[in-house]
């Protein structure tokens, strides 16, 4: 009797525990597809030709566009995956094949995640302290660099979990006829990691394409058309958030059409890795 109660009570609080997980899950999925179906209604209607090919018009005026933004924010992210992919997939893999049972290692590993919980405007400002003030000038440059800094830690720390993941009789097997660790990374562990490498990216990206945050003490803004790396430099975050705080119904919906732009510029990617990458498909 006393063994049927405990089992019996386990399993109400198994279902509890799943009925509230379950509960949370659906306000979270119900809270998320009111936001997008919201930014996704409101802006739809203003993609045009003019938005994505002229230049932002007086107020009062119709018509006008965010095409310097649009240009501006594929310069940074450009330059963004530049700077912080190679670096990160370095780190990644370091600690997935060496640093596994070192002090330099974990120590590695902590500062990966300290600075995955640090706030994107410690970049900014650590960008603007080391590159803006030196060049007395804002720049796109600058901008590149902390939004590749935030990048950095989120691709080490995904890439490391991949290779994890990787099965390690394919490293012994490989070990087994003699090839060398460099060439086992590059031509067994990697080809097989490809797809998760990529969708690691890829979420890296998407928590960098609207940040305006480290965008405020590096790139700022401008109101031309204008892709020198070492010139101020126009944003869709940006351009957003100055729109979304103006007291203009026009600028308002330039905002969220722009939203929706910055919603395709994260999902596009993640969907052709997904789909067009090779790789093992991994299963825990």
């Not at 119900?30 to 003019?50: A, C, D, K, R, V």
């Not at 300290?114 to 007395?136: E, K, Q």
């Not at 979990?161 to 990787?166: A, G, K, M, P, R």
């Amino acid at each position: 009797m006393e063994l049927l109660a405990l089992k019996n009570r386990r399993m109400a609080w198994s279902w509890l525990i799943i009925s509230l997980c379950t509960l949370c899950t659906l306000i979270l999925l119900i809270t998320m597809l009111l936001i997008l179906g919201y930014i996704l209604l409101e802006g739809i209607p203003g993609f045009t030709s003019e938005f994505f090919t002229q230049m932002p018009v007086p107020v009062g005026l119709s018509g006008g566009g965010v095409a310097h933004a649009i240009a501006g924010s594929c310069l940074l992210i450009g330059l963004a995956v530049l700077f912080g992919v190679p670096w990160g997939l370095l780190v990644g893999i370091f600690l997935s094949e060496y640093g596994q049972h070192s002090l330099f290692g974990s120590l590695v590993r902590f500062t990966t995640d300290v600075l995955c919980g640090i706030p994107s405007i410690t970049a900014g400002i650590f960008i603007y302290t080391l590159v803006v003030i030196n060049m007395n000038t804002f720049s796109a440059l600058a901008g590149g660099l902390a939004l590749g800094i935030v990048m950095i830690p989120m691709v080490a720390r995904n890439t490391e979990s991949i290779l994890h993941l990787v099965p390690q009789n394919m490293r012994e097997a490989a070990m087994a006829l003699g090839i060398p660790n460099y060439r086992i990374i590059l031509s067994i562990v990697l080809p097989n990691a490809f797809r998760g490498i990529g969708v690691g990216v890829s979420l890296a990206l998407a928590g960098i394409v609207g940040d305006p945050v480290p965008l405020f003490f590096t790139s700022l803004s401008n109101n031309y058309w204008s892709l020198s790396l070492s010139q101020p430099i126009a944003s869709l975050p940006m351009e957003i958030y100055r729109y979304s705080t103006a007291p203009f119904i026009v600028w308002h919906n330039l905002a969220l059409t722009g939203a929706v732009v910055l919603i395709g510029l994260a999902l596009v990617p993640l969907l052709l890795v997904r789909f067009l990458l090779p790789g093992y498909r991994i299963r825990r």
